[in-house]
Structure formats: structure tokens, C-alpha cells
């Protein structure tokens, strides 16, 4: 069992960042790929990066260049960093653990709570 607990969301302007992370219980975190999703209201919930065993990442193309994902295998936590944030960015962002190196959430098999993104424009 893996419990996975986001934070770092908040309030930016478009163009600015925020770093969100992800804290893993489990021994094995480092045995995980792990992922962040987002959801924004009446959408349906898209994958955003992922970063396997190896340190491998995977991006959207949306957010590819402005986005890094990475992870602290020592500390259980995975990372997104966020940057030149856009009006469209805004969603809830997840956090997920995946046994597989995928970007299909239907692979997923931890989920954290969400943390809320807002970008102003």
C-alpha cells in the first residue's frame, strides 16, 4: 500500500511557477513510477508527466519545456515544477504510483487527494 500526499498548489499569475510535491509512504517508493495527472472542472482527467524507476520522464506535449518532473528516492517525493504557467494549466493536480512505466491513469494504482492550481491571467 502506498499513500501519496500532494501539496505546493496556490494562487500564480500567468507566467510565473510553483513547485508541487508529492509525499510517498512505502519502502518501495523507488520500485514506483510515479505521475501527476490534472483534472480542470469538466474535463476529463489527462496525464501531465511521469518518471519511472530509472529517472526516465515523459511529458505532454503541453507542457513539455515548462514542466519538470523529478524525484528524491531518499525522501519518498517526487516533484513538479511548474513554470511560465498559462491560463489553461489551471486544474487539480494528482499525484499517482504506477507499478508499469505508463501514462495511462487507468495503470495507476495509488492516487493522492489533489492539490488546486490557479493561474490569473
Known amino acids: 500500500q502506498v499513500q501519496l500526499v500532494e501539496s505546493g498548489g496556490g494562487l500564480v499569475q500567468a507566467g510565473g511557477s510553483l513547485r508541487l510535491s508529492c509525499a510517498a509512504s512505502g519502502r518501495t517508493f523507488s520500485m514506483y513510477t510515479m505521475g501527476w495527472f490534472r483534472q480542470a472542472p469538466g474535463k476529463e482527467r489527462d496525464f501531465v508527466a511521469t518518471?519511472?524507476?530509472?529517472?526516465?520522464?515523459t511529458y505532454a506535449i503541453s507542457v513539455k519545456g515548462r514542466f519538470t518532473i523529478s524525484r528524491d528516492n531518499a525522501k519518498n517525493t517526487v516533484y513538479l515544477q511548474m513554470n511560465s504557467l498559462k491560463s489553461e494549466d489551471a486544474a487539480v493536480y494528482y499525484c499517482?504510483?504506477?507499478?508499469?512505466?505508463?501514462?495511462?491513469?487507468?495503470?495507476?494504482?495509488?492516487w493522492g487527494q489533489g492539490t488546486q492550481v490557479t493561474v490569473s491571467s
Open positions: 518518471i519511472n524507476w530509472s529517472g526516465d520522464t
Open positions: 499517482a504510483a504506477s507499478r508499469r512505466s505508463s501514462v495511462l491513469k487507468n495503470t495507476y494504482d495509488y
